[in-house]
Every structure is written in structure tokens, then in C-alpha cells.
């Protein structure tokens, strides 16, 4: 019988960054929306990508404060090991627009997801953090090679 506490030898592990690196590529290549010239991978996209890189992971919201008129609420990502690694804020206004006439909470909720996911690492083509790493570790390289010489 085999020991539970033996790792099998098929299963791959990978560091949370090698992880991030592959959710970022996905997601770079999901059709997002023309916005401005810029591609918006929506915050479905980017929650779908979330969760199918990072199921383990907790992302939860909560109301910071409500009136009849405006909402504002604070989205977290928390690791597996319970440690808060990215948040994002939103507020709305009920007259703001015909969508927040009728649904100004569940706007405010997928704001502050979409915003706690772009802290993250998890934005798309809008936030450069793909390029920042690889320029990062250029960066990191050039560094190197300067103290070598």
C-alpha cells in the first residue's frame, strides 16, 4: 500500500508565479473588448481565469457602506494559507447611470472584483504585467552582468 504522504511522481508542481505567468497568457489571449482602442478583457473573463488558475484561492466582497442612493465595496484575494494579497474598492451612485438605477450593488461588486483582480496580476492587455516582469528580469539580468564585470 502505498504511503499517503508520497508525493506522486506524475503531478507537477509549479510556483505561484509560474501559475500567474500562465493565467496572464490566457487571459492576454481571450478575446476581450475594443475600449478606447484598448482590448478590456472583461471582469467575467478575468474572474473565469481566477478561478481556473487559482482555485484555491478566496476572493470575497463586502459592503463598506450603503445609503439608498450610493454603495461602496471592497473586494479581497486571499491566499490558500489565508493572507490578503490584493484588494479592490469601488463606489457607485444609484443616478449615475440606468444600470445602477436598478442593480447599483451588483455593479459596485463586479468593480471592486474586476479592480482586486488587476491588483492581482490579473487585468489583461490594459495593465502591463506581463512586460513589467520581463522587464524585471532584464532589469535583474543587466544587473547581474554589471556585477560580474
Known sequence: MDN??????EVIYQT?????QQAQKELIGSKGQ????????????RVY?????????????RILDKTDDQVSMIAEIYTPGNRLIATGHAVEDKHTNFVNETSMIENCETSAIGRALASFGLAGDEMASV???ERAK????AKKSIANE
Open 49 to 61: 481565469v481566477f478561478r481556473k488558475y487559482f482555485s484555491n484561492y478566496s476572493l470575497i466582497t
Open 16 to 20: 505561484p508565479n509560474a501559475v500567474m
Open 131 to 133: 512586460n513589467e516582469i
Open 138 to 141: 532584464a532589469k535583474q539580468k
Open 4 to 9: 499517503i504522504y508520497t508525493r506522486d511522481p
Open 34 to 45: 475594443d475600449i478606447h482602442g484598448k482590448d478590456y478583457k472583461t471582469v467575467a473573463i
